[in-house]
């Protein structure tokens, strides 16, 4: 068990419209990061949150947005969703500090895209 | 920019015998590197991680990796395969320097056992 927890764990979206998925972390994890897995490739970053602020993203567009609270929880949200947005989506989180950190995946939350 | 590639995208081997899984990275500065297992239907569990202590680092169920900078080469290695081996094997390069860490993945290698 790593303590970090997604859901839903599956879900069914039309294209145009939009998904929030969910992440709770362990406690005292400061940095929550998201990553999409399309079927047969390796995660990619989409971005990463360190104290409830973005500080880091990857290749993706303004569509995948996000928030991390207080609780240590977060969301990924996707507006618009298209065909290709179909992926497993892993939530990932640690306590960062100087000396280094270790990340901790979900299970993930399988979107698919009709 | 960061980057790794692994060399095989499937693997298959017998029960009981040796495991090799081939990384090679490119980095601008020392790495931190990772391997990764992903079982079906399963999230992702470090099997172990390199970060500029000793070159050969120990992970668990006795899987091991050597860093050789002159190779700019991480491979996975285990001297006995079991059929719970069988799985996708992620080799990955951390974006160092930033408050967290963005891991870069390698494509995956398919690990399968036969006994």
């Known amino acids: 068990e790593t303590g970090v927890t997604q859901s839903p764990t599956h879900l069914i979206k039309t294209r145009g419209q939009q998904v929030t998925l969910r992440c709770s972390s362990q406690?005292?994890?400061?940095?929550v990061s998201w990553y999409q897995q399309a079927l047969g490739q390796g995660p990619q970053f989409i971005f990463q949150?360190?104290?409830?602020?973005?500080?880091g993203r990857g290749n993706f567009p303004p569509r995948f947005s996000g928030l991390q609270f207080p609780n240590y929880s977060s969301e990924l949200n996707v507006n618009a969703l298209e065909l290709d947005d179909s992926a497993l989506y892993l939530c990932?989180?640690?306590?960062?500090?100087?000396?280094?950190?270790?990340?901790?995946f979900g299970e993930g939350s399988w979107l698919t895209v009709v | 920019a960061q980057s790794v590639t692994q060399l095989d995208s499937h693997v298959s081997v017998s029960e009981g015998t040796p495991v090799l899984l081939r990384c090679n990275y490119s980095?601008?500065?020392?790495?931190?590197l990772f391997w990764y297992v992903q079982h079906p239907n399963k999230g992702l569990q470090l099997l172990l991680k390199?970060?500029?202590?000793?070159?050969l680092v120990k992970g668990i169920n006795g899987f091991e990796a050597e860093f050789k900078k002159s190779e700019t080469s991480f491979h996975l290695t285990k001297p006995s395969a079991h059929m719970s081996d069988a799985a996708e094997y992620f080799c990955?390069?951390?974006?160092?320097?930033?408050?967290?860490?963005?891991?870069?993945f390698g494509k995956g290698t398919t690990l399968s056992v036969s006994s």
């Open positions: 390199y970060t500029s202590a000793a070159t």
């Open positions: 406690s005292g994890h400061n940095t």
């Open positions: 990955v390069v951390s974006d160092r320097g930033k408050a967290g860490t963005a891991l870069i």
């Open positions: 990932a989180s640690s306590l960062w500090s100087p000396s280094g950190n270790t990340i901790y």
């Open positions: 949150y360190y104290r409830e602020e973005e500080n």
């Open positions: 980095s601008s500065y020392s790495p931190s």
